[in-house]
């Protein structure tokens, strides 16, 4: 993939040695956050065992536990890459480390992210809203990433970099999911027994549809409102 900026349109505050991280403080973050999520949900996944998963495979579906954790492996591997795809310094200093590393997160991501995904999702134990939501995520981001790597083919920098951002935005939907959930369990938590009649497991089914689409619907408003209201005007192709 290409670097989203050409030379005719280099990144705003990049000169020779490219931008300063001080000038970019969420790479920081970023990372941090993205590290912390993948040591909090890889580890039940590495013994491959299906009674160490997190999430129990259905009954029946010898196929589920496989498909789920080469998405969970390819997952962890794109999440590190999108730390390096939008790391400006790296983009404006090695632009070749920057392509190679953007066709491993469509090319390996397509396969081992993006298609198991569809196949759990109409599985998921959590309910036919939330089957509605994971499927209806999974088909974005393969649109998004599939359309942001023809953008950048046909040389469209500017539309290459909207696509791929909105295909990041979905894939850290997985990650920000932690952080909606312990909202929603702490909004609802006052309810449990007026509401769910003291059942953790009724709050939990609950709030779970909710949990999922506001895992990947919000960071991609977040992008939306950024590329519409808050990114550099630059006139470039697109
Ligand atoms: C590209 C966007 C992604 C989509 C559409 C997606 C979709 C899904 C779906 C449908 C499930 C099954 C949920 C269920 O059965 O209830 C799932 C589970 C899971 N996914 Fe993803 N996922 C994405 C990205 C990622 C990434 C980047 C990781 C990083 C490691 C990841 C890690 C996991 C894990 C650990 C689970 C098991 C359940 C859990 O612990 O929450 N996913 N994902």
Known sequence: MTAPTTAATPPRGAGRQGPRWWQRPWILPLALFSLAFLLYSLP???????????????????????VLVT?????SLLTLLVILQVWPWLRAR?????????????FAG?????VPALLISPVSSTGFSTQI??????VLWLS???????????????RHREWMLRSFALLFGIAFDR????????LAMPGLESAYGGDEAVLAATI???????????PLLCVEWWLQYRRPRRRSRT
């Open 144 to 158: 998004f990433t599939a359309l942001g790597y023809a953008m950048a083919r046909r040389r469209r920098f500017a």
């Open 110 to 114: 397509i396969p081992l992210v993006g």
């Open 208 to 218: 779970a549809p909710a949990a999922s689409f506001l895992s990947w619907v919000l």
């Open 179 to 186: 952080v909606i959930i312990i909202l929603l369990i702490l």
């Open 94 to 106: 090695h632009p070749a480390v920057h392509r190679w590393s953007g066709r491993l997160y469509v």
């Open 133 to 138: 939501s994971n499927a209806l995520w999974a």
């Open 44 to 66: 039940p996944y590495l013994s491959l065992d299906p009674a160490d998963a997190r999430l129990p495979s259905p009954e029946g579906l010898a196929w589920h536990y496989p």
């Open 71 to 75: 998405h969970i492996f390819g997952g």
